[in-house]
């Protein structure tokens, strides 16, 4: 025979357990459903509203690649690439030289077959006409 | 005796009340089948194909919660 309070308790807490259970998973079931509800999909999203959450890289998006000598040179900045693709080729290639490849006066001088000052001349003319124009197209001078 | 396989001795159901782990995981094992059935869920595939699987989130979830309500809100009560 058994002990009719192990059954009394045994019944209480098997009731007990059932209840917890069931009214968890409808609960959780709820949730779901409350959650179906408002979620939207990233695949959904309009673009106005996926701009709102995101960014883009702009990696190369202003750089601008010019040749000289055969070697390229890329120049960083829609305006000043402007400027510098403007000039006229032998100007161009001094400042290129000069200024983006790093090479001394007496080095363009030997690559270009010309005497040193006139190299040396034409960079200080054509430094200044790129300084006019860029101030004409109202370039922002980085902050050093 | 074949029927008590069915039912949790008093033992094990006054010491999970006092919070042993041991005797809740002899509960939580009671009632694996019944959570597993709880937890069951539609689930569609790619190619449309609905499915029931086992949530194992809501599976555990219901697990958690029958182990804190019947440590914190379990009572005998009187007959």
Known sequence: ?144 | MAGDMNVLPLSVIEEAIKGDGDALAAVINHYKGYIRYLAMRPLKDDYGNEYLCVDEDMRLRLEAKLIHSIVTGFKILPA
């Open chain 1, 1 to 144: 025979m058994k002990d009719p309070y192990e059954q009394r308790v045994q019944n209480q807490f098997g009731g007990f357990c059932t209840r917890v259970l069931k009214n968890e998973a409808a609960r959780i079931h709820n949730e779901y459903a409350r959650q179906r509800e408002r979620e939207k999909s990233l695949d959904d999203l309009s673009p106005d509203e996926l701009s709102q959450i995101t960014t883009t890289d702009t990696y190369f998006e202003d750089e601008h690649v010019f040749e000289v000598l055969g070697k390229s040179v890329v120049v960083t900045g829609d305006l000043l690439a402007e400027a510098i693709s403007k000039l006229p080729e032998d100007k161009r290639d001094v400042i290129l030289l000069s200024y983006f490849l790093g090479m001394s006066d007496r080095e363009i001088s030997e690559h270009m077959d010309v005497v040193r000052q006139s190299i040396s001349k034409r960079r200080a003319k054509t430094l200044k006409e790129l300084r006019e124009y860029l101030v004409k197209e109202g370039f922002e001078w980085p902050e050093i």
